[in-house]
């Protein structure tokens, strides 16, 4: 028997909403809760059943305690919390720090070059999964191309296992215990979801990837989003199946 019932989703900015995760929820005739807690939505009361997917957002683990973001910490203490009721979650992009933070680990600035500056990762590119993961074998086969938008990189916790890293952070992909799961990386995405977040998005942008990166980020999109959409569907199954047990 399926014991996933109801799908939790803690979100922290409209426009960056569960995506294909909520439609995977409705094809499977799940009950679906979103809580807007930049809009001062209660945390929720969980039962049997939750899953947990805790969004992206352009606040971070290092703003928890400032005046901006109130509920931040809260949010923290309630995965903390979670993690200790062994409660199936799944955090996406800052959802994967604040899960990191909830077991222990920590963020800091993500730096590349020579010498090592500050500078995000955005955009398509390629991650390459641990060979020796047998749970996500069927992403092996070819070359899995994922969407970028963050300027942190997650220190794992001790009890974190490392799944898969990109050539520019090495957390990417992680797993705590057998039934949490990180994802600094987005899957989540449709291309109206993209297309918002260039617009609005524009100063990070600009900072990651130059004073043509929406130029780019589009390019890229007509490249990556259809031709990546099933294995992004197939990573989003296998994480419930592997949940759901």
């Known amino acids: 028997m399926k014991k996933i019932r109801r799908l939790l989703v803690l979100q922290h900015l409209e426009i960056e909403g569960p995506g294909l995760f909520e439609q995977f929820a409705e094809e499977r005739d799940l009950k679906i809760e979103i809580i807007r807690l930049d809009n001062k939505n209660a945390l929720p009361q969980t039962k049997k059943g939750d899953l947990i997917l805790i969004m992206g957002g352009p606040m971070g683990v290092k703003d928890i305690g400032s005046d901006r973001y109130p509920w931040l ?7 903390k919390k979670e993690l200790e009721n062994e409660r199936p979650i799944i955090g996406i992009c800052l959802g994967a720090q604040l899960l990191a933070s909830a077991a222990g680990g920590d963020v800091e600035i993500l730096k590349y070059g020579s010498p090592p500056k500050a500078l995000a990762e955005i955009g398509w590119s390629q991650i390459f999964i641990d060979k020796s993961n047998k749970d996500f074998k069927e992403l092996l086969e070819e070359p899995f191309h994922v969407l970028h938008w963050h300027g942190d990189r997650i220190l794992l916790p001790n009890k974190a296992v490392l799944i898969a890293s990109s050539m520019r952070c090495k957390e990417q992909f992680f797993k705590i215990d057998e039934f949490a799961y990180g994802l600094q990386f987005h899957i989540e995405t449709t291309g109206a979801m993209i297309d918002k977040w260039i617009k609005e998005d524009k100063e990070f942008v600009f900072k990651g990837l130059g004073s043509n990166g929406q130029e780019i980020l589009r390019e890229e999109n007509k ?11 197939l990573l989003i199954s296998k994480l419930f199946e592997l949940l759901d047990n």
């Open 73 to 79: 910490k809260l949010e923290r203490d309630f995965i």
């Open 223 to 233: 490249k990556y989003i259809d031709k990546t959409f099933f294995k992004r569907k």
